[in-house]
């Protein structure tokens, strides 16, 4: 019998993410906050649609939350908890604050529920596909249980430690990611200020050791203006604050994450906030009053 799995959270990367749980067999029954998409949703994959986060826990066996932050999934759980069956796995795929997910992973041990946090890189086009990377804290058992999923979901499978850690993992990375992300916008500007054909900086930059998935990503649509959402710069801004929270808490410092995150708070500043996290370059040019 197909596992039965209550999804809560339609969005850009969960809507993806359920079509591919949908797809493997699993018994979907879906709920999101705009009721028109979930409907959308499951007139193209099939499944149930849920009246509430209630009425998605009530009969399943594993509920997972994909939402923007900590205060969203907490208000989704105060929901669930109380209808789902004595056992349920809760599996928050978000990208909340390490803290935050210790916090709610101890309330639903509470409850006499589990819970594993798992969040997700790759953007909408790993989401689309299948292959994301999925990093999960959580008891090995407990990982162990909802790994069929996530093998559905994602390429790579990483068991990080304990619950807390696959979103303290997730935060650290996309830091890195977020610094390399301003720091490659900068190079563009600065190379168009200097009058540099910018195809050709890509290209070296491509073919040494400045290439990276980043460059391979963004490059194009920062040079082209493109900043069609696949990860908002609101989110990504989120995520590097979690980060820098986490290293304060841990007495260390994270300098370079602190510049990126001043330059993504400026794009916030000046209405980006909805745009793909590309469109840093855009604080860029304002700072170097150039346009690519």
Same mark, same amino acid.
Not at 24 to 31: D, W
Not at 111 to 120: I, K, L
Not at 163 to 190: D, E, R, Y
Not at 249 to 264: Q, S
């Given at each position: 019998?197909?596992?039965?799995?209550?999804?809560?959270?339609?969005?850009?990367?969960?809507?993806?993410?359920? !079509?591919?749980?949908?797809?493997?067999?699993?018994?979907? +029954?879906?709920?999101? /906050?705009?009721?028109?998409?979930?409907?959308?949703?499951?007139?193209?994959?099939?499944?149930?649609?849920?009246?509430?986060?209630?009425?998605?826990?009530?009969?399943?066996?594993?509920?997972?939350?994909?939402?923007?932050?900590?205060?969203?999934?907490?208000?989704?759980?105060?929901?669930?908890?109380? %209808?789902?069956?004595?056992?349920?796995?809760?599996?928050?795929?978000?990208?909340?604050?390490?803290?935050?997910?210790?916090?709610?992973?101890?309330?639903?041990?509470?409850?006499?529920?589990?819970?594993?946090?798992?969040?997700?890189?790759?953007? %909408?086009?790993?989401?689309?596909?299948?292959?994301? +990377?999925?990093?999960?804290?959580?008891?090995?058992?407990?990982?162990?249980?909802? /790994?069929?999923?996530?093998?559905?979901?994602? /390429?790579?499978?990483?068991?990080?430690?304990?619950?807390?850690?696959?979103?303290?993992?997730?935060?650290?990375? @996309?830091?890195?990611?977020?610094? @390399?992300?301003?720091?490659?916008?900068?190079?563009?500007?600065?190379?168009?200020?200097?009058?540099?054909?910018?195809?050709?900086?890509?290209?070296?930059?491509?073919?040494?050791?400045?290439?990276?998935?980043?460059?391979?990503?963004?490059?194009?649509?920062?040079?082209?203006?493109?900043?069609?959402?696949?990860?908002?710069?609101?989110?990504?801004?989120?995520?590097?604050?979690?980060?820098?929270?986490? !290293?304060?808490?841990?007495?260390?410092?994270?300098?370079?994450?602190?510049?990126?995150?001043?330059?993504?708070?400026?794009?916030?500043?000046?209405?980006?906030?909805?745009?793909?996290?590309?469109?840093?370059? /855009?604080?860029?040019?304002?700072?170097?009053?150039?346009?690519?």
């Amino acid at each position: 019998m197909a596992t039965a799995v209550g999804f809560i959270g339609l969005g850009i990367m969960g809507s993806r993410q359920a !079509a591919n749980l949908a797809r493997a067999g699993f018994e979907l +029954t879906v709920f999101n /906050r705009t009721r028109e998409r979930a409907e959308a949703w499951a007139a193209e994959h099939g499944g149930r649609v849920a009246d509430t986060p209630a009425d998605a826990a009530r009969d399943a066996e594993v509920v997972i939350t994909m939402v923007v932050d900590g205060p969203q999934v907490e208000a989704l759980l105060d929901e669930a908890l109380p %209808a789902a069956r004595p056992g349920t796995l809760f599996v928050d795929m978000s990208t909340i604050a390490p803290a935050d997910a210790r916090r709610l992973g101890e309330r639903v041990a509470r409850s006499g529920h589990a819970f594993v946090d798992a969040p997700v890189t790759g953007s %909408a086009p790993r989401a689309q596909d299948g292959t994301l +990377t999925i990093m999960c804290g959580g008891a090995e058992a407990d990982v162990e249980r909802a /790994r069929p999923l996530f093998e559905a979901m994602g /390429r790579l499978v990483v068991h990080a430690g304990p619950i807390g850690q696959g979103q303290a993992v997730k935060v650290l990375s @996309n830091a890195v990611s977020a610094t @390399n992300c301003a720091t490659l916008a900068q190079a563009l500007v600065v190379g168009r200020r200097e009058g540099v054909d910018l195809d050709a900086l890509v290209e070296v930059m491509a073919n040494g050791s400045a290439a990276s998935t980043m460059l391979e990503l963004k490059a194009r649509p920062m040079l082209e203006h493109d900043f069609a959402p696949l990860f908002k710069l609101e989110h990504m801004l989120k995520d590097v604050r979690h980060a820098l929270d986490e !290293a304060r808490a841990a007495g260390a410092v994270f300098p370079l994450a602190a510049l990126a995150a001043e330059l993504y708070a400026v794009g916030i500043g000046r209405g980006l906030g909805d745009e793909d996290f590309a469109a840093v370059v /855009r604080v860029a040019e304002a700072i170097n009053d150039v346009s690519l």
